[in-house]
């Protein structure tokens, strides 16, 4: 066996502050990694996955994690409040909340992103969520000028040309308006360039909630942005390009090459979730680019000008462009790749007693649908096929699971996503020889959590 802490061997652990586990300690999940997975084979639980029973699966699980009789549980005998007492009549502002128990599922803030004079960022709960939908007052925020609550009834949005050869009849529209064309639903990811940046820099946040938090995926509905510039008889064929502009602060702009208006897949969105867009998340419109860098979402769109080059604007000249190792910056990166990462068990949390588990994540792609999601409790030596949870749509997030007994022993968490054109997510140490180490954005590698005898689950990185 390849010692896994020499240099040239693909397991060489990268020191991550106040998360790393010395050499001795990479040997040793190596180790009993290894003669857990042996017992693991010979084990029932084993033989009940290889049937693709769930209740196969469920009977193994009891064996793992036997559940005691009621017993003397006070739970069980005594009747609560609750069971015999009038409950509270319906809420009084007209507009739900979640439960107290649950105040702690909350977006948190950053203080290691770009800031202005209020907080920029906030991420995310991934390891508190469920499912593929991000419930809107969960969605993680990145504000470049802070966040505003616009009327609607005054806001409008231009469609416009360079030059009049571009556009036949330059239009503006209230959002009422919008509100009665032809309308779309769809459900999609939206990623910050920036997730997971602060990984490329060896800086090992604590939870998935600051590593991968950037990301959300919610239902949007609005108008294919194709109909508004038939509309206005715009001229395709010679402009090539459009520029999206916001109405906040920083005037956000960032250029969208035409071909991904043409399919109908861009469209300006008025509603989320079933509901109107929140304020932080661009109401009353915001522009939706399924598969690119959430910062070509424009929030609070005002303006629509079609053009025969990209615009170069200032966020797309000295922002959200890669540092490449020879010097030169990669521009107009906005496709966000395979990428996918294990929520449960993850970063901060603690397994309270061996036995059975559901290792649980997330995986999308910038290009098309998941096709296939591996994991790996040994840091990426052994792998084994994740179920993909339904539906499995279109530039969305995909949930996957896999059962796992733990055996007590320490564990190298991974998960690996394929998308349907057949790229793989990479290694750190794949994405590095091209990428080299001083990007910031577009980190889509492969993401490792550490499971230590006591429980307790960290970030670490192996190359």
């Known amino acids: 066996m390849h010692d896994p802490t020499e240099p040239s061997t693909p397991g060489r652990l990268i020191k991550a502050p106040e998360n790393f586990i010395g050499p001795e300690g990479v040997r040793t999940v190596f180790r009993e990694a290894q003669e857990g997975r042996r017992d693991f084979i010979r084990g029932a639980f084993a033989a009940a996955v290889a049937t693709g029973g769930s209740a196969a699966a469920g009977r193994a699980a009891a064996q793992a994690n036997p559940v005691p009789a009621a017993g003397g549980d006070p739970n069980i005998l005594n009747l609560p409040a609750h069971t015999t007492g009038l409950g509270q009549g319906v809420v009084t502002d007209g507009y739900g909340r979640p439960s107290q128990y ?87 990811f939206i990623e910050c360039g920036a997730n ?69 897949e861009v469209f300006v969105a008025y509603g989320q979730n079933g509901e109107m867009l929140r304020p932080e998340n661009g109401y009353p419109l915001r522009l939706v680019v399924p598969g690119v860098q959430g910062v070509s979402w424009v929030k609070y769109l005002r303006r629509i000008e079609v053009g025969d080059k990209p615009w170069a604007t200032k966020d797309e000249a000295i922002h959200y462009i890669d540092l490449m190792p020879d010097g030169l910056h990669r521009q107009y990166s906005g496709i966000q790749e395979c990428k996918s990462v294990v929520t449960t068990p993850s970063g901060g949390q603690v397994l309270l007693d061996k036995g059975y588990y559901t290792i649980t994540g997330l995986a999308w792609s910038g290009r098309g649908k998941v096709r296939r999601v591996d994991v790996s409790v040994d840091g990426g030596r052994n792998w084994r096929q994740a179920a993909l949870q339904g539906p499995v749509m279109d530039k969305c997030l995909t949930r996957f699971t896999l059962p796992w007994v733990w055996d007590g022993k320490p564990a190298l968490l991974q998960s690996r996503a394929t998308d349907d054109t057949g790229y793989v997510q990479p290694t750190y140490r794949q994405l590095r020889a091209v990428r080299g180490t001083r990007s910031i954005y577009h980190n889509n590698a492969i993401q490792t959590w550490l499971v230590e005898e006591s429980g307790e689950v960290k970030n670490v990185q192996l190359s």
């Open 102 to 188: 649950e105040k702690n599922v909350q977006r948190r803030q950053s203080p290691g992103l770009t800031q202005t004079t209020q907080a920029s960022v906030s991420f995310a709960p991934l390891q508190s969520l469920f499912g593929i939908v991000t419930p809107s007052g969960l969605h993680f925020e990145r504000h470049h000028q802070g966040w505003w609550d616009i009327d609607p009834s005054k806001h409008r949005l231009m469609i416009n040309g360079s030059d009049e050869r571009m556009l036949r009849k330059p239009m503006v529209f209230t959002v009422d308006e919008l509100m009665r064309l032809p309308q779309v639903s769809r459900f999609h």
């Open 196 to 264: 997971s940046g602060m990984e490329w820099g060896n800086v090992a946040v604590p939870t998935c909630q600051y590593s991968h938090g950037m990301i959300s995926c919610s239902e949007f509905t609005g108008v294919p942005l194709k109909i508004l510039l038939d509309m206005a008889g715009a001229d395709t064929k010679r402009g090539r390009y459009v520029l999206a502009e916001g109405a906040d602060g920083s005037s956000m702009t960032r250029t969208i090459p035409m071909e991904l208006i043409e399919n109908g």
